[in-house]
T-cell receptor, first 113, second 111 residues
Framework: DAGVIQSPRHEVTEMGQEVTLRCKPI?????LFWYRQTMMRGLELLIY????????DSGMPEDRFSAKMPNASFSTLKIQPSEPRDSAVYFC???????????FGQGTRLTVV | AQRVTQPEKLLSVFKGAPVELKCNYS??????LFWYVQYSRQRLQLLLR??SRESIKGFTADLNKGETSFHLKKPFAQEEDSAMYYC?????????????FGKGTLLTVNP
């Protein structure tokens, strides 16, 4: 298994543009987390899904952020419109059922200029 | 609500010195605690969890429910221990769980 796969690895975009980050969790894992990592705030939980259903999105900063999980093998995090303060590394993670270890993707480094 | 506090953003020690990374938590129920590590240019990975009560790479951590702490310790730090360390908490509750991280501590082990 290739592990959790995120794309793109790097994204540079202009303020106001729409950005879509993608995640493919490990096959068979039924939960998925999106985190944002910055120097100031560390790792913030944005949203998590269980069996493709959003369980807790209280960490989503504002309406500009949205996340979907249309099926068990794919999730997206969208920012529209993007702002410079959204610049961060965004991680996706999936834990194995019955095992509390969360496996992380390599992250997407987003820069909004 | 669940919260994890890592009071030190940066920690610098010399090789061979003991190291302790502090972690305190807030949770109304019975938590499960973890330490994750992120080496330079690598993805986050699990280092250890309290229920395993094991030592990984010389690191140990004991859950102290009275002090609501889960400090990470190593008696003799090595240069390859330099990394970002995150303490994390999962609350027990049905089949859904929320994994909350602290802000992290950047450990630098100097030669």
């Amino acid at each position: 298994d290739a592990g959790v796969i995120q794309s793109p690895r790097h994204e540079v975009t202009e303020m106001g543009q729409e950005v879509t980050l993608r995640c493919k969790p490990i096959s068979g894992h039924n939960s998925l987390f999106w985190y944002r990592q910055t120097m100031m705030r560390g790792l913030e939980l944005l949203i998590y899904f269980n069996n493709n259903v959003p369980i807790d999105d209280s960490g989503m900063p504002e309406d500009r952020f949205s996340a979907k999980m249309p099926n068990a093998s794919f999730s997206t995090l969208k920012i529209q419109p993007s702002e410079p303060r959204d610049s961060a590394v965004y991680f996706c993670a999936s834990p194995r059922p019955g095992n509390t270890e969360a496996f992380f993707g390599q992250g997407t480094r987003l820069t909004v200029v | 609500a669940q919260r994890v506090t890592q009071p030190e953003k940066l920690l610098s020690v010399f090789k061979g010195a003991p190291v302790e990374l502090k972690c305190n938590y807030s949770y109304s129920g019975s938590p499960e605690l973890f330490w994750y590590v992120q080496y330079s240019r690598q993805r986050l990975q699990l280092l250890l969890r309290h229920i395993s009560r094991e030592s990984i790479k010389g690191f140990t951590a004991d859950l102290n429910k009275g002090e609501t702490s889960f400090h990470l310790k190593k008696p003799f730090a090595q240069e390859e221990d330099s990394a970002m360390y995150y303490c994390a908490l999962r609350g027990w509750g049905g089949s859904n769980y929320k994994l909350t991280f602290g802000k992290g501590t950047l450990l630098t082990v100097n030669p």
